[in-house]
């Protein structure tokens, strides 16, 4: 049985440019968390999402941050015109309903 | 609003000693308490959690954990450090208002643990 699996591992952007980190969650998950770890930081609660729906973005940036989690495929971290301040690890977490969320490794951002 | 604090950022022992890594919360809702280790370019690997119960709960690899409501503390021990035990440590609190499911986690600045030989 997979684990969370998340890709790319490491994703190099220059400023401006955007950023797609894909999260697919092990397998009967229905429930997808994103958060963001700062260096020398704990992580950080973005978004939460079920099957085609946004449950709670409150930790999501108002701006160039959107998620989502279709019907079919991975869920998707979007980050458009990347900045310096946007590169951090970014880790994906699957859960069902009342049970563990189980982390996948980790998108690590770097921009340039 | 739901917090958690882990005092000391880096905590050091010797292999054999004690482990005690400390983490203190606030919730103004039953808290469902958890740690997580992260080794190096890892993802976050699930120790123990407390949902409800027993208040002294074990985990993997010798760790355990005893929720203390009156002092608001969920640390960490294990009797006898390995040298593999090095790796940085997170607290975290669930937030549950979602109708039974898990909630998003509220996280500590985690503590790196170093294990000397």
């Known amino acids: 049985n997979a684990g969370v699996m998340q890709n790319p591992r490491h994703l190099v952007r220059r400023r401006g440019q955007e950023a797609r980190l894909r999260c697919s969650p092990m397998k009967g998950h229905s429930h997808v968390y994103w958060y963001r770890q700062l260096p020398e930081e704990g992580l950080k609660f973005m978004v939460y999402?079920?099957?085609?729906?946004?449950?709670?973005e409150s930790g999501m940036p108002k701006e160039r941050f959107s998620a989502e989690f279709p019907k079919e495929g991975p869920s998707i971290l979007r980050i458009q015109q990347v900045v310096r301040g946007d590169s951090a690890a970014y880790f994906c977490?699957?859960?069902?309903?009342?049970?563990?969320?189980?982390f996948g490794p980790g998108t690590r951002l770097t921009v340039l | 609003a739901q917090s958690v604090t882990q005092l000391g950022s880096h905590v050091s022992v010797s292999e054999g000693a004690l482990v005690l890594l400390r983490c203190n919360y606030s919730?103004?809702?039953?808290?469902?308490l958890f740690w997580y280790v992260q080794y190096p370019n890892q993802g976050l690997q699930l120790l123990l959690k407390y949902t409800t119960g027993a208040t002294l709960v074990k985990g993997i690899n010798g760790f355990e954990a005893e929720f203390k409501k009156s002092e608001t503390s969920f640390h960490l021990t294990k009797p006898s450090a390995h040298m593999s035990d090095a790796a940085e440590y997170f607290c975290?609190?669930?937030?549950?208002?979602?109708?039974?499911?898990?909630?998003?986690?509220?996280f500590g600045k985690g503590t790196k643990l170093s294990v000397k030989p």
């Open positions: 977490a699957s859960s069902q309903m009342s049970n563990e969320q189980f």
């Open positions: 999402l079920q099957k085609e729906n946004i449950i709670d």
């Open positions: 919730s103004s809702v039953p808290p469902y």
């Open positions: 975290a609190v669930s937030d549950q208002n979602y109708g039974g499911s898990q909630g998003n986690l509220i």
